[in-house]
């Protein structure tokens, strides 16, 4: 019977979270308490990468964190990011969450379907003439740069954040007592591992938002109980609803 949630990301900003309403269809507890925290570059750091926001005419977004430090940057560097632009997204859950800086507009927002960035190719490739700015952690591989350069699209990464570790303490140690566990990247899991290296699964369930935290769950060590998003649950709140339902 799974009564208490350890979910590693930030609390909610909202009341109207669908994990509020898990937690009270389900009778269960739910602790928000994340292992990192993301730290956005100053616009000092930023610059030393030499990358002009304004000389390109589409960004590509493949997580929140990307679009919170993209749009403060401008703020901080006093660029108006002008309503020409283009913006690309793994999937529409990023794409709504535009909206916190933006007027969404259809012509303006695309989004994949799979929270890969595969799945956004084919649209980029539509727009071959943009010129796309690719924000990402300072933790990262070479596979968006590859996949663009094989597309022949013209792009440019840069580093506009970084994670940096958010420990667990002595008494919180002590007293880990979930059922289950939620991941929303390798970071988070790598991160469970360095503080509770002693940690032993056991019927704690474990899920994993995106294909590269499951595969992290796994060479961790971890077996995977849950992974979102799939095709019949793009959120990790309804794949978690389902599997609560069918694990009552």
Do not use: W
């Not at 303006?108 to 649209?123: A, C, E, Q, R």
């Not at 369930?205 to 109980?225: H, M, N, S």
């Amino acid at each position: 019977m799974i009564k208490k949630i350890l979910i590693s990301q930030p609390k909610p900003g909202s009341d109207k979270s669908p994990y509020y309403d898990i937690a009270n269809n389900f009778g269960v507890e739910l602790d928000f308490r994340p292992f990192f925290k993301v730290e956005g570059l100053s616009a000092k750091e930023f610059r030393q990468q030499k990358v002009n926001l304004l000389d390109y005419s589409a960004v590509v977004f493949t997580s929140r964190h990307a679009i919170d430090n993209y749009f403060k940057l401008a703020q901080d560097m006093r660029i108006t990011i002008p309503e020409t632009m283009k913006y690309f997204c793994v999937i529409e859950t990023i794409a709504l969450y535009i909206q916190k800086y933006v007027q969404y507009r259809k012509r303006k927002v695309f989004f994949g379907n799979s929270g890969k960035i595969d799945s956004l190719i084919p649209t980029m490739v539509k727009h071959k003439d943009e010129k796309y700015l690719v924000p990402q952690s300072s933790v990262h591989n070479d596979s968006i740069n590859e996949l663009l350069t094989n597309n022949k699209l013209h792009h440019k990464e840069c580093v506009m954040y970084r994670t940096v570790s958010n420990d667990l303490t002595e008494v919180e140690k002590k007293n880990f007592d979930y059922d289950m566990m939620i991941f929303f990247s390798p970071t988070g899991v790598r991160a469970l591992k360095q503080n509770m290296p002693d940690f032993v699964q056991g019927d704690v369930k474990i899920a994993a938002f995106g294909p590269a935290t499951a595969k992290e769950v796994e060479a961790q060590g971890y077996r995977l109980d849950l992974e979102a998003p799939s095709k019949e649950h793009p959120s990790m709140t309804g794949a978690l609803r389902a599997f609560l339902e069918k694990n009552k």
